[in-house]
């Protein structure tokens, strides 16, 4: 009974067990030694130590032969030439026998003599050549006192008592080898008869092969020489080289007697004539049956092979998808093993078609073109579409060599090909074209009151929207009855799937113990398919099940071989695709293909058996059928294995096609099958590990081997590709051992360029160990369905961890839609400097994307990362300034950062800048007189309400500005009445404060002036028709008017407040009258006041008048001022030195901007009298 404990344990060591069976070397061969000791030539006994070293495994050295016992010693001395060999050894993974590397010979050469003349006899008088060779140094013959060099080696030895010797050595330098002696015997006695030969001349013998020269004698030894009747040779001839007559001869010898006369031996040495070949070297078109024809003479038939010159050409009728090169040779019907040298035939594949289209890995919504090479104008150009079922069908008006799908859809997705019919009718290798997925966990599934020996997940099935899982221990406890469960699934709206239904037969089919049902399972549109291998006492049985309207399930057939007699485990493995089931009937190496008729019934349609049946070949261990093909595992096939393919052709019968070997000789194939399409991949298992190959069908219907699905992040000893699934480019392969039997799922992508390339290492974050993940995987295209069946503990032993129920995980292989963006808006204005938020909409839903947006058309490109909900909305930031405001944004591209996929747009929107706050009128500088109303005014624009506060800042005190402060209203007039001094020199501003920003006018002064006030005074008197003088003081800066002859002027006091105001000439005494004073425009005020400036009469001394003339650098010395004694000022005393009479102690006014330094000394006179 099976142990369901361990399914896959179990598994593999049938396959191990199988491989030996068959006696395949279940482990990869370890690589040859590197030997360091190398073949060379020493003294007789010199020392040698044997040296290599081993990659991989033990290093064993052997001598002579590898069945002698392994040499212990590896250092030792030397006395006679022998062959060494070494070898690295490593142990099987399943327990056989050591598994050896090639072996590396080397030769150690004692330099010693050889081929020399053997003891003999000859006739007295007769001379003798003395013959040796050396392999190093010069051979060197002595007399027999061994130390008398002998003249010649042509020896007349006499008629003496006993033997007369002769000695031979090898020297080199100065080392002479152990001398060996050779005793040659006189006789006068009769010849010897001649020998005997069966060897009738001339012996007829093929060129390059080997003889073995054969004679007797009455009575001595046959004795064989060379052509030159002198030098002995080996009667065993290796490679005959020259072509014709070769003479040899043979003669009887003893030590008693003389030799018999030579007998010559004949040797003819031929080849068979080079072939001709009949078969036409014209090109042919692909596809076309090329008969390999050749002829030779009338004793030897031609052979062909390959170009390697080893591989057999089985089929003379060939039929290459290349231009390729085939060898033929005569081959002698007399002569075993005489053959001519090998002749070249190409076959040259002439095509209308120079080059291929390529796979497209495109984006949603993107334009798409495959393009072929075309030479010479064809009659027939047409592409076409493969269907679900393998057939293609043509394209309508798609009629050249360019194909071009626009605006792609999921429904696009799919094989291409070109039909060309020109010089040649064929079709172009298929082009896919496919979009990116990305992998999404839906969810895990286990049913309900299951157990950990039910053996859930076992197996496992998908397709179109509905899934079956095997339980096959399933029971209703721990009785361990096993008598197996089936489980459906379907997915929802959601993409998740819910158990809708356990499987189970009919009553009158009611499963019993050890049934084991659920062992096998398959789906194929409204079909499920569960087999009970061990139902009927190991007969088996298939069970199909058909979906009933209402999702419901219901047996409608029962499939078994009605010749069964027990044993044969019908359904220990099935598969299924479209209207056909195959099932494997282990016991009698068969498989059951069934087809389904028009009515949905399930009827037989024939069988396949392995072509070359064997007890040890495990025949159909795995299977699976793709549209016309079958694949059957068959590991022990052959030497290492094979997958054998079978086909349907159209007549509707299913032929073999071809045996798969592996591509390691050492290793065994067929643990696990899946195929799709043109598609095979199986697993291969050595002591290195589990390898997963793949093989792909040509346009000629070729399979050939394409390479490997090597699994990076994975142990390949552990089990990898125990499972197996693929649909179309999508590959999936269990892992279930590794990570501590955690296990793990690798799905791979085919390329655009044919290559296999991993996509996704599945592991669920809530393994445990001995869960094994990836028990099976299977895949339809769009949705993964990965299992963890409960195995047994991780040391093959114990039953599985009561926690570990098994379960089923589900996964989508989603297209995400063709990328875009219907729309971008500004959420809403913002400040200038202030970041905006921009929203977008139309994005696919749930997904992660690169924006790439500028400002304003000639802006740079920027980028942002953004993930949209589910809605397929989004947004990002951007900082603005005020020279955004009259700009556009602009969304210029959308790339999926899952996928790659992008697309260029022109989605545009226009950006709203909020009004920044500006002062638009500042505060001007403003005087007022003390006890006045001062009045500021300021102007702003901004966004919202503007508030308005004033600041002022004290005068400057002792050169330091005073504080600002705050203390004003928030109007944007500022009236301050009753100014007084302090506030003279005040700065006011004002902050305006707005929703976008704060805006500070420029300072303004404020002058408060005190009231302005003036004293006039007239100048000295003045001679007739000379101009006079009236002087103003009073407050600095202020505008005084005054009148005089009728006439209203008005002067300025400067900064000391006084002013001088010079008359014209004068002819009488002039009245100067106070109007009005102001200051800066303000503080206007009326005066009263007047003055005369007096002209004296003709002859009249000018009184009080000095002129005084400085010595000293004070004044220039030329320069004659005329002063008047008034309004005395202290600093600009008049030294008594230069005094001149009537001035007493009476000081001088010197004019406005005029002060003599201390001490300095002017001189004074009195003025002439008025003219």
């Known amino acids: 009974m099976k142990n369901i404990y361990q399914p896959l344990y179990q598994r593999i060591l049938l396959f191990c067990v199988l491989l030996l069976a068959s006696q395949l070397t279940f482990g990869q061969q370890p690589p040859p030694p590197t030997v360091i000791t190398t073949s060379q030539i020493v003294d007789y006994d010199e020392e040698i130590t044997l040296q290599a070293s081993c990659a991989t495994g033990t290093l064993k050295w052997y001598e002579d032969v590898l069945a002698t016992p392994a ?51 000859i006739c007295d008088g007769t001379s003798l050549e003395l013959s040796a060779l050396c392999p190093s140094g010069t051979v060197t013959w002595y007399e027999a006192d061994e130390t008398t060099l002998l003249v010649s080696t042509t020896v007349t030895p006499t008629d003496s008592p006993g033997p007369t010797s002769y000695f031979v050595s090898c020297v080199d330098g100065s080392y002479e080898s152990p001398k060996q002696e050779v005793k040659i015997y006189v006789n006068n006695t009769p010849d010897l008869t001649i020998p005997s030969t069966t060897m009738t001349s001339p012996v007829e013998a093929c060129l390059n092969s080997s003889i073995t020269l054969d004679a007797t004698c009455p009575s001595g030894t046959a004795v064989f020489y060379a052509g030159n009747s002198i030098t002995e040779i080996d009667p065993d001839i290796s490679n005959l080289s020259t072509i014709g007559e070769n003479h040899y001869y043979v003669r009887c010898e003893s030590i008693t007697d003389c030799p018999s006369p030579f007998v010559d031996i004949q040797i003819d040495v031929s080849t068979p004539p080079t072939p001709t070949i009949n078969t036409l070297a014209d090109p042919v078109c692909p596809g076309s049956i090329v008969v390999l024809d050749a002829t030779c003479d009338a004793d030897s038939d031609p052979d062909w092979y390959l170009n390697d010159g080893v591989t057999p ?243 409608v057939a029962k499939l078994s071989d009605p010749s069964s007699t027990g044993n044969e485990y019908f359904g220990e493995n099935i598969s299924a695709s479209g209207d056909f089931l195959a099932v494997t009937q282990m016991g009698e190496d068969r498989v059951f293909i069934y087809k389904k008729d028009n009515t949905g019934t399930w009827t037989y349609d024939t069988d396949v058996e392995d072509p070359s049946p064997s007890p040890s070949n495990s025949f159909g261990m795995s299977i699976g059928i793709s549209e016309n093909t079958l694949a059957v595992g068959t590991p022990g096939f052959g030497i290492n294995g094979a997958i054998l393919v079978f086909e349907r052709n159209n007549s509707g019968t299913w032929q073999f096609k071809d045996a798969l070997p592996p591509s390691d000789p050492s290793s065994g194939i067929g643990l696990s099958t899946a195929i799709s399409g043109n598609t095979i991949l199986a697993t291969r298992v050595s002591g290195s ?65 044919g290559e296999w390339v991993q996509k996704e290492m599945i592991m669920p ?143 545009n929107s226009t950006i709203a800048i909020k009004a920044p706050t500006l002062i638009t009128e500042h505060p001007t500088p403003t005087g007022v007189c003390v006890g006045e109303t001062a009045v500021f005014a300021s102007e702003a624009t901004g966004e919202g309400t503007l508030v308005f506060q004033w600041q002022r800042q004290a005068p400057i005190t002792n050169g330091v500005n005073g504080p600002l402060t705050n203390d004003f209203a928030d109007i944007s007039v500022l009236t301050l009445p009753n100014r007084t001094s302090a506030d003279n020199g005040a700065t006011y501003r004002v902050k305006v404060t707005g929703e976008c920003g704060v805006a500070i006018s420029n300072d303004a002064i404020l002058n408060v002036y005190q009231k302005a006030v003036v004293n006039i005074t007239a100048g000295p008197p003045v001679c007739p028709g000379t101009a006079g003088s009236v002087l ?46 102001s200051i800066e425009g303000k503080c206007n005020r009326a005066l009263s006041g007047s003055v005369v400036v007096q002209v004296l009469p003709t002859g009249t001394s000018i009184p009080s008048a000095l002129v005084l003339v400085s010595p000293t650098d004070d004044v220039v010395v030329s320069d004659v001022k005329t002063l008047y004694a008034q309004n005395i000022q202290a600093t600009n005393k008049i030294n008594t030195g230069g005094k001149a009479d009537n001035l007493a102690n009476k000081y001088v006014l010197l004019e406005p901007g005029f002060e003599a330094s201390q001490g300095s000394v002017f001189l004074a006179k009195i003025s002439a009298a008025c003219p």
């Open 765 to 907: 974050d809530d393994l445990i160990e001995d869960d094994t993940f990836g028990s099976d995987v299977v895949t339809d295209g769009k949705n993964i369905l990965i299992t963890a069946s409960p195995g047994g503990g991780s040391s093959g032993g114990p039953p599985p961890s009561i926690s570990n129920k098994g379960a089923a995980y589900f996964y989508n292989l989603y297209t995400p839609p063709a990328v875009t963006v219907a729309s971008v808006a500004q959420a809403a204005g913002v400040c200038s400097g202030q970041t905006a938020t921009f929203n977008l909409t139309g994005l696919p839903v749930s997904d992660t994307f690169t924006i790439t947006y500028k400002i304003d058309a000639g802006g740079t490109d920027k980028t942002v990362l953004v993930t949209s909900d589910a809605s397929g909305k989004t947004s990002f930031t951007e900082g603005l300034t005020s020279a955004d405001n009259t700009k556009i944004i602009y969304i210029t591209k959308i790339k999926n950062e899952a996928t790659g996929c992008e697309k260029v747009l022109d989605v």
């Open 313 to 555: 050409v089985i089929n003379p009728g060939v039929m290459p998808d290349t231009t390729t090169t085939y060898k033929v040779r005569c081959v002698s019907r007399v002569l075993i093993s005489c053959f001519s040298p090998f002749q070249d035939f190409t076959v040259t594949i002439k095509s209308d078609i120079t080059s291929q289209p390529a796979s497209v890995l495109a984006c949603l919504g993107d334009n798409v073109t495959f393009t072929v090479g075309i030479a010479g104008t064809p009659t027939v150009i047409q592409w076409q579409k493969r269907q679900a079922d393998g057939t293609y069908t043509d394209i309508p008006s798609a009629t050249t060599e360019t194909l071009t799908i626009t605006n792609t859809t999921i429904n696009d997705e799919g094989y291409y090909r070109l039909r060309v019919v020109g010089e040649c009718d064929f079709f172009t290798e298929d082009a896919f074209l496919t979009f990116p997925e990305t992998i999404i966990y839906k969810n895990k599934a286990t049913p309900a009151g299951t157990l950990p020996t039910d053996g859930f997940g076992y197996v496992a099935a998908i397709s179109n929207g509905f899934a079956i899982v095997g339980a096959p221990g399933r029971s209703m406890d721990f009785s361990f009855e096993a008598k197996g469960a089936a489980y459906i699934y379907k997915m929802g709206s959601d993409g998740k799937w819910s158990q809708t239904a356990q499987l189970t037969p009919l009553a009158s089919d009611a499963l019993q113990y050890g049934d084991y049902f659920g062992t096998s399972v398959a789906i194929s549109g409204d079909y499920a398919f569960v087999g009970a291998p061990y139902k009927n006492f190991s007969k088996g049985v298939v069970f199909v099940f058909k979906k009933q309207a209402n999702n419901s399930w219901t047996q």
């Open 689 to 753: 590990g589990f390898f997963v190959e793949v093989f792909e069908k040509n346009t000629l219907g070729t399979w050939k081997r394409k390479g490997e699905l090597v699994g990076d992040g994975v142990d390949p000893v552990s089990g990898y590709g125990y499972s197996l699934s693929i649909h179309d480019n999508i590959a999936i392969v269990g892992a279930p051992l590794n990570f501590d039997y955690r296990g793990a799922a690798i799905v791979f992508e085919k390329s655009t360029t």
């Open 1032 to 1077: 103003f003081s009073g407050t600095p800066s202020a505008l005084v008017y005054y009148e005089s002859e009728g006439n209203t002027r008005f002067i300025m006091l400067n900064a000391d407040g006084l002013a001088t105001v010079p008359t014209a000439p004068l002819t009488a005494s002039t009245t100067f009258t106070l109007k009005s004073i």
């Open 71 to 121: 040499l212990t010693l590896l250092t030792f001395n030397v006395t006679e030439t022998k062959t060494y060999i070494a070898v690295c050894e490593t142990s099987c993974g399943c327990g056989g026998s050591p598994l050896e590397s090639d072996p590396v010979e080397i030769l150690i050469t004692v330099n010693t003599p050889t081929n020399v003349t053997t003891d003999k006899s």
